[in-house]
């Protein structure tokens, strides 16, 4: 149907259907069900007031601006992908077999991240891993094409994380912010180089956690170790 949603709306985008977003529009709850789609156009803005959530093969692609408040949650069994600005004001959760891809456009994420699957970044995207005393988990990767990395505000790498940071054939940065610490509990493999904007740079490795960087680490900035 040609129906507009409220904004107070709870839209189940059920299976084998698609919504198309043509013009800008706000919800507050979207759960897309296994075989469902969500695509948002281009020169739209999608505002989610508060979570979505993607189930089994369900799906959705960004090629404007989409904002959620809350949650994002992908699927196991899918790979959504944006070709525009996404920011996600909780928890970013990817799975256990789930990936994410951001084609252009910047994926900011305001919250927790969450990632036991991949989060791929093209050479025509960014991220902002931007949350404010967040906690970063899982045992994933993210892999961005010869780019950068931004980290800004304070972060921890929860105990029990194995998180892998680009790939063997890219040269991929780890940008840590000016008064940012990264406080490392987990294991991580950086490949690529680790950059600060400032000597209130920060990446702390605690006693038992692991850091394997495969280029410079932190020429300006301080890198601790206990």
């Given at each position: 149907?040609?129906?507009?949603p409220l904004s107070?709306s709870?839209v189940?985008i059920?299976?084998?259907h698609?919504l198309?977003?043509n013009t ?5 709850f979207?759960d897309i069900?296994n075989g469902?789609a969500?695509?948002?156009n281009?020169?739209?803005t ?6 979505l ?13 989409m904002?959620?408040t809350?949650?994002?949650t992908?699927?196991?069994g899918?790979?959504p ?11 970013f ?5 789930g990936s ?6 910047t994926?900011?994420?305001n919250?927790?991240?969450i990632?036991s699957?991949t989060?791929t970044i093209t050479?025509?995207g960014?991220?902002n ?6 906690v970063?988990?899982g045992?994933?990767?993210i892999?961005d094409?010869a780019?950068?990395i ?7 790498i929860h105990?029990?994380t194995?998180?892998?940071l680009?790939?063997a ?7 840590i912010a000016?008064?940012?610490?990264i ?8 490949s690529?180089?680790m950059?600060g904007a400032?000597?209130s ?5 605690n006693?038992?956690s ?6 410079a680490v932190l020429?300006t ?6």
């Amino acid at each position: 149907c040609d129906c507009v949603p409220l904004s107070g709306s709870y839209v189940v985008i059920d299976s084998a259907h698609v919504l198309t977003a043509n013009t800008s529009d706000s919800v507050q709850f979207i759960d897309i069900l296994n075989g469902g789609a969500l695509t948002n156009n281009i020169s739209c803005t999608f505002s989610v007031s508060a979570n979505l959530t993607v189930y089994g093969t369900g799906t959705f692609t960004n090629n404007g601006t989409m904002a959620i408040t809350g949650a994002l949650t992908v699927p196991s069994g899918n790979s959504p992908t944006a070709s525009g600005n996404v920011t996600v004001g909780n928890d970013f959760f990817i799975p256990t077999g789930g990936s994410y891809t951001q084609t252009g456009g910047t994926l900011t994420l305001n919250g927790d991240v969450i990632d036991s699957g991949t989060l791929t970044i093209t050479s025509g995207g960014a991220i902002n891993i931007n949350g404010s005393a967040s906690v970063i988990s899982g045992n994933g990767a993210i892999n961005d094409s010869a780019g950068t990395i931004t980290v800004t505000h304070n972060k921890t790498i929860h105990t029990g994380t194995v998180l892998t940071l680009g790939t063997a054939s890219a040269n991929t940065t780890l940008a840590i912010a000016t008064g940012t610490t990264i406080n490392n509990i987990g294991n991580v493999t950086l490949s690529g180089s680790m950059t600060g904007a400032a000597a209130s740079s920060i990446w702390v490795n605690n006693a038992q956690s692991h850091l394997t960087v495969s280029g410079a680490v932190l020429a300006t900035g301080v890198l601790e170790a206990s």
